[in-house]
């Protein structure tokens, strides 16, 4: 596992010299939560961390199976890494190393509303049992799920998505963990650290503890367990 230090003045240092330190811990079956919309807010070297890492049977939950962008989690299905995936837009044109699996029946798809997976890992990090929702009541797609009539709808529970390891990109960071997100990268990425029990955030710069003003951290520090700092674009 990727070691924390100290700082000079006895502060904790979450950061990692490589991506391969970052991922350290990665298992084989591990539920893996890769956050991004899009090509935005997309940790592509902690995902490629993951890749050269050679884990498999993984359970895979994002946004996306990929845009054919260099780095995205599309080179985790070409890998055939990913047992099982569960996103909300699995159809891009560009996906094709996810078509090819799920098409041999080798990856399993969850497909779930991008409002659902949002509130599952909301459930998640809040330690609650679940949520009951009208969304998708009465589909196929939740057959078998326990339903409820609430002002005289149908609802079906959903059940938190916790998941072992969060990959998240931040734009800023500092020793402690705090982030900052740039524009969209807030949306899934703050969620998914919450919900993670081993949080690790690609961040485009390193700051000093306190150079992120207190209204500007849109995530704690606490939630954050390894910090690697790559630079690079936005």
């Given at each position: 596992m990727a070691k924390r230090t100290e700082s000079p003045g006895g502060v904790p240092d979450k950061t990692v010299s490589d991506p391969a330190a970052a991922v350290a811990g990665v298992r084989d079956?591990?539920?893996?939560?890769?956050?991004?919309?899009?090509?935005?807010?997309?940790?592509?070297?902690?995902?490629?961390?993951?890749?050269?890492s050679g884990v498999t049977d993984l359970v895979l939950a994002s946004n996306n199976c990929g845009m054919g962008r260099p780095g995205d989690v599309g080179q985790l299905f070409r890998n055939g890494q990913v047992r099982r995936a569960i996103a909300t837009f699995p159809a891009h044109p560009a996906a094709t190393d996810f078509r090819t699996r799920?098409?041999?029946?080798?990856?399993?798809?969850?497909?779930?509303?991008?409002?659902?997976?949002?509130?599952?890992?909301?459930?998640?990090?809040?330690?609650?049992?679940?949520?009951?929702?009208?969304?998708?009541?009465?589909?196929?797609?939740?057959?078998?799920?326990?339903?409820r009539v609430i002002d005289g709808l149908p609802h079906i529970l959903e059940p938190p998505l916790r998941g072992d390891m969060a990959l998240i990109k931040a734009d800023q960071a500092d020793g402690l963990g705090n982030l900052r997100f740039r524009y969209a990268a807030r949306g899934l990425n703050p969620i998914m650290a919450m919900a993670a029990r081993t949080t690790v955030v690609q961040a485009d710069e390193l700051v000093p503890v306190g150079g992120i003003h207190p209204d500007d951290v849109h995530l704690p520090g606490i939630f954050v367990d390894r910090v690697l700092v790559t630079g690079g674009g936005r």
């Open positions: 079956g591990a539920v893996v939560l890769v956050g991004g919309w899009g090509g935005i807010g997309v940790p592509e070297e902690l995902i490629g961390a993951v890749a050269a799920f098409e041999n029946g080798e990856v399993e798809l969850e497909l779930i509303p991008q409002g659902t997976l949002a509130e599952r890992l909301r459930a998640a990090g809040a330690g609650l049992g679940g949520f009951f929702t009208p969304t998708g009541a009465g589909t196929r797609l939740t057959a078998g799920r326990e339903t």
